[in-house]
C-alpha cells in the first residue's frame, strides 16, 4: 500500500487573487498559483508547482514537483503529471 501524502495547505505558498481550492487538497510549500486558479478537491500539488492565471485543475489529480501549467490550461478530473513536465 502506498503511504498517502499529507493532506491541507502549506504556509510557504503563493496564491494570486480569485483563487479556489476545493476540499480536501494536499497543496506542499512552494507552490505558486496565479490569479482566477481553480483546483478541485482532493488535489495534490507538490513543491515547486506553478498554475499560472484562469487555470483549472480537476478533481482527484496529482501534479508532482516543479511541474508547470500555463496560463489558462485545464486539466480533467484525475489527471497525474509527472515531474518538470511543461503543459
Do not use: Q
Amino acid at each position: 500500500m502506498r503511504p498517502t501524502p499529507p493532506r491541507g495547505i502549506a504556509e510557504e505558498i503563493t496564491k494570486g487573487d480569485g483563487v479556489t481550492i476545493g476540499a480536501d487538497p494536499s497543496i506542499w510549500p512552494f507552490v505558486t498559483l496565479g490569479d482566477r486558479v481553480t483546483i478541485g478537491a482532493r488535489v495534490t500539488l507538490y513543491p515547486g508547482v506553478f498554475v499560472g492565471s484562469d487555470s483549472k485543475i480537476g478533481d482527484d489529480c496529482v501534479l508532482y514537483p516543479n511541474v508547470v501549467v500555463r496560463e489558462g490550461c485545464s486539466l480533467g478530473a484525475r489527471v497525474i503529471v509527472h515531474s518538470g513536465t511543461v503543459i
